[in-house]
Structure formats: C-alpha cells, structure tokens
C-alpha cells in the first residue's frame, strides 16, 4: 500500500467524467488499497479516484462507524429529505461552504468482489456520498455552494 497525492483543485483531472469500471484487476485492488490508506492519512470522510490522478469510478466514505465502505460504480438510487451544512474537500484546502444535500441516500455499487450491493447514509455519511460520487462526473462542491471561503 501507498499514500498517493491528492490531486488538487486547478488540475484539469479533477473535472473530467471518470470510466466505469468493467473488470477488477489487481491494479484496480491495489488502487482501493492506497486510496484507503491516503483517505486515513489525510483523515478525510471520504475520497474519489480522481483525486489521485485516476479517472475512474471508485470512492470510499468512511460511515459514522468510522468503517470505509468502498464503492465502485457509485449510483445514488434513492434520496429524500434535506440538510444544508458545511462542506469541504480535500482537494480544495482552506476552503468551506454551505451545500443543499439530501439528508437520506441509498447508493448502489459493486464491492472489491465485483458483488452488487446496496448502502444506506444519512447526516454526514448521505453528503459524503452525494460529494464523492460529483467528484466522478467532473463536480466540486465550490461549483454549487453558498458563501463559499467561510473561515473555520
Ligand atoms: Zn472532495
């Protein structure tokens, strides 16, 4: 396993529409292994393969268990309610601001056996997947957030 460095924003990997992935490989295993290991090295609530330079669809969010759930080929299929709190991202540093996000997600994905699964997050856990999954189709926070460069 490897720490990578976290792609920051300006760099033109961060808005690019990243590819499903068709097979897991071991360089697909070894890709969730470091992104694990850079999200706890960080000590961030969640991370996207775009934000170590690789365009493809994998994020992990660590639940309110402090347990990182991995997803590949992230798809939010049910969402209800709705939370308006801070936000920020590993890749845009010393930057906060308001987001609109629902309060309950349910996300659908394929695990590191290549099993479908569903998984449900609500409060933080719910916007850590809304965010991750944006940072797939080429979205930051900063794109959509209110009274952005709040001071914390
Ligand atoms: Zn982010």
């Known amino acids: 396993m490897a720490i990578r460095n976290i792609v920051q924003e300006g760099d033109p990997i961060l808005r690019g529409k ?11 295993l070894t ?6 290991e850079t999200l706890a090295h960080a000590d961030g609530v969640g ?3 775009p934000q170590v330079g690789v365009r493809r669809r994998i994020v992990i969010v660590v639940n309110e268990n402090d347990q990182m759930i991995e997803l590949i080929n992230p798809q939010i299929i049910k969402q209800s309610g709705h939370q308006r709190d801070l936000e920020g991202c590993l890749s845009v540093p010393g930057r906060w601001g308001y987001t609109n996000r629902p ?13 479908t699964f569903t998984v449900s997050g609500s409060g933080l856990t719910a916007r850590a997947f809304c965010h991750e999954i944006d940072h797939l189709d080429g979205i930051l926070f ?5 009274e952005c460069d709040i001071e914390v």
């Open 18 to 28: 990243s590819r499903p992935v068709e097979e897991i490989t071991p360089r697909i």
């Open 142 to 146: 900063i794109d959509h957030a209110e």
């Open 47 to 49: 991370l996207a393969a």
């Open 31 to 36: 890709l969730l292994d470091d992104m694990r």
């Open 103 to 115: 309060m309950h997600v349910t996300v659908q994905a394929m695990d590191r056996e290549g099993k």
